[in-house]
């Protein structure tokens, strides 16, 4: 079973309080109206063809590394746990009403005018975590994924990549959280 698979099988579980695929191809999992009337616990958007993935690279001036690439075939990002955890991707839209207003983090953003002034030329933002602003980078040289604080280069958290990453903190936070989505304590959901 691929690391995505693996992911997939968790996020499907919320299915059971909801499911709704909207027009531009994002997958909602797990209505949580407790979060706010229009929440939902998972969002997985629509993946991005190899052309738009070169796109990404070129406006960046990055390589997106293989498994990041991979996922970008899968998903074009996804927001975990209420949006606990996000992994960015390739904006699409800017609208703010409709199925178009459901969009990733921008990984474009990420990498050029927000981009920390701690990150190394190696180094590429794919995510990060509500609670903390946190963000997640991704080494290109050496494949490991790591956490920082938005404006220090101290790693909070590693991992030896991208999936191994991804599996571990859904698995983390699935258990912060009951069957119906609700945060099962008051505390920070990061690591």
Partial sequence: MSGFETILQTISQAKSFGFRVL??????????????PEAWLHQVFAPLTEQEIVW????????IPHDLRQFFLLANGVGLFSVSLSIYGKKTSYVRSGDDAWQPFCILSANTLERPTHAKPSQIVIGGYQDDGSLLFLDLEDGTAFRTRSRSKKILNQWPDFWTMLKAETDRLAKLFDPAGRKLYDGSTTP
């Fill in 56 to 63: 990404l690279e070129e406006k960046m001036k990055l390589p």
């Fill in 23 to 36: 027009a531009n191809g994002t997958h909602l999992y797990g209505q949580v109206p407790h979060v706010a």
